[in-house]
């Protein structure tokens, strides 16, 4: 199982992401996906989450602003995020588990003026 992230960089406040996350070595259709983050001196925490029929989750706190999709022809996830604030400047990880847990290498976003 890989798991790879992409799409993280440099955002000035308000401004707007899109983290993607390929996976292989699985039956991508058949998995729920999930981002977590981390930033500094925090522990890690769901993001949001889709089920494998497209039943999407979110931290109450990105709920309107975050959104997750997934296109299971390209077996990538996908991570939209809108209005971004300095506390959104974290490693985005994407996840998977399939009995054990899978994570991908993170990507870091930084939203800075």
């Known amino acids: 199982v890989q798991l790879v992230e992409s799409g993280g960089g440099l955002v000035q406040p308000g401004g707007s992401l899109r983290l993607s996350c390929a996976a292989s070595g699985i039956a991508f259709r058949f998995a729920s996906m999930d981002w977590h983050r981390q930033a500094p001196g925090k522990q890690r925490e769901l993001v949001a989450a889709?089920?494998?029929?497209?039943?999407?989750n979110y931290a109450d706190s990105l709920k309107g602003r975050f959104t997750i999709s997934r296109d299971n022809a390209k077996n990538t996830v996908y991570l939209e995020m809108n209005r971004l604030t300095p506390e959104d400047t974290a490693v985005y990880y994407c996840h998977l588990n399939l009995g054990s847990d899978y994570w991908g290498q993170g990507t870091q976003v930084t939203v800075s003026s």
């Open positions: 889709i089920t494998r029929t497209g039943t999407t």
